[in-house]
Structure formats: structure tokens, C-alpha cells
């Protein structure tokens, strides 16, 4: 067990639809990241947020959008979903804004998969 | 802009050394990692460089870094079974002040036994 929650594992969804995909992040860590992993794009970095604020932004579509919560658990939306949409999201953590010397810590993810 | 570019696999001996290599961008890049997935897992930080050391030692596992050439590589020593799985290199970037890490594309080992 890596310290970071997520959830759910799995999704199963159809287009057009929204879903809510959740992450805590290991006690301490205040920097939440996301990233989105599929077989043709590698890991893709969506969004980080430090204590509450969002930090730095990647390829995330508008459709997209994430939060991170006074307990710094954080939420990622996707509405509107399309087929290529699906993939493996995945929350890391760190201490501080930036990973340095710790890196991230992952969570085990949540396979998203949109029909 | 940023990008890290890995062999897709790799395929060894058990017993024998495994060495995945990996390009990187980013030359104020203050910080490089590598990171091991296995099937169904996240990523589980193996080990970091920073960009001043050319050469560092864990165990099994020495990670050597070209800064002039940009160039990264993890080996691992007595290869294993247990080391099959996928070996993502990483880069911080914007000297280490920004959060977001950039990954290659993971460089799949299957050990034979």
C-alpha cells in the first residue's frame, strides 16, 4: 500500500456521461498530480494542486476539470466523455510543490473505461 | 518542447544485467528518476539522480547520467524474474521548480528464465 487512495479501481461508462474520479493523497503530501496513461500516449500530465491551489496545468482537455479539497484529498471531473477517454488515471503525491528528492507517490489507479 | 524518449523493450537472461536506457530533453533538469510499474500497479519509485552526480549506486541497481548528452540509464545487476514489469525514466523540469514530471514512454523488461 503506497499511502495515495484511489477510487474507484474501475469505471465502466457510456458516452456523453460525467464521472467523478477520487484521490488521497499519503498523509503529509500536500501536491496532488494527475495523470492520464494510455497505450499510444504514454503518461500524460493533466493538473497538479498544491495545498488547495492549482499549480501547474498539462494537456487537459476543457472537458476536464479538478479540485483539491481544504483536506487535500483532490477530485478529478470528466464530462461529456468520449470513447477516447478511456484509459488508467492515476493521483500521485508528494511532500512539497515540487517532487525533488522524494518524487511522486502513485496511487494504484482507476481504469476508466468508456462504451 | 520537453520530452524523454525510451526503448519500448527489453528482453534478458535471469542472472544477466539489464540496461535500459533513456533520453531526456530538459538540460536544466535538476532532477532524474526512474520508476518500475508491474501489471495492474502504479509506479513505485525505484530510484532518483540528481544532475550534478554522474554515478549512482542502490543495491542491485546503478543509474548512470550523460548530462552532456542527456542521457540516462538504470542497470540492474543479477536480473530476476521478479524484475519483469515496466521501467518508466523521468525528468523534473524548469530546474526542479516545477511540479509536473515528464515520463518516457516505459521500457517493458521480460526476464526469461
Known amino acids: 500500500d503506497s499511502g495515495v487512495t484511489q477510487t474507484p479501481k474501475h469505471l465502466i461508462t457510456a458516452t456523453g456521461q460525467r464521472v467523478t474520479l477520487r484521490c488521497s493523497p499519503r498523509?503529509?503530501?500536500?501536491?496532488v498530480y494527475w495523470y492520464q496513461q494510455s497505450l499510444d500516449q504514454g503518461l500524460q500530465f493533466l493538473i497538479q494542486?498544491?495545498?488547495?491551489?492549482?499549480?501547474a496545468k498539462g494537456n487537459i482537455l476543457e472537458r476536464f476539470s479538478a479540485q483539491q479539497f481544504p483536506d487535500l484529498h483532490s477530485e478529478l471531473n470528466l464530462s461529456s466523455l468520449e470513447l477516447g477517454d478511456s484509459a488508467l488515471y492515476f493521483c500521485?503525491?508528494?511532500?512539497?510543490?515540487?517532487?525533488?528528492?522524494?518524487?511522486?507517490?502513485f496511487g494504484s489507479g482507476t481504469r476508466l473505461t468508456v462504451v | 518542447g520537453e520530452d524523454v524518449e525510451q526503448s519500448l523493450f527489453l528482453s534478458v537472461r535471469e542472472g544477466d544485467s539489464s540496461v535500459i536506457n533513456c533520453t531526456y530533453t530538459?538540460?536544466?533538469?535538476?532532477?532524474l528518476y526512474w520508476y518500475k510499474q508491474e501489471p495492474g500497479a502504479g509506479l513505485q519509485l525505484l530510484t532518483y539522480?540528481?544532475?550534478?552526480?554522474d554515478m549512482k549506486q542502490d543495491q542491485r541497481l546503478t543509474v548512470l547520467l550523460n548530462k552532456k548528452d542527456k542521457h540516462l540509464s538504470l542497470r540492474i545487476a543479477d536480473t530476476q524474474t521478479g524484475d519483469s514489469a515496466i521501467y518508466f525514466c523521468?525528468?523534473?523540469?524548469?530546474?526542479?521548480?516545477?511540479?509536473?514530471?515528464?515520463f518516457g514512454k516505459g521500457t517493458k523488461l521480460s526476464v526469461k528464465p
Open positions: 500521485a503525491s508528494s511532500p512539497r510543490q515540487a517532487p525533488r528528492n522524494y518524487g511522486y507517490t
Open positions: 498523509s503529509g503530501d500536500l501536491s
Open positions: 494542486y498544491y495545498n488547495g491551489e492549482e499549480r
Open positions: 530538459d538540460s536544466s533538469s535538476t532532477y
Open positions: 539522480i540528481f544532475s550534478n552526480m
Open positions: 523521468a525528468e523534473s523540469i524548469n530546474g526542479g521548480s516545477q511540479g509536473n514530471l515528464i
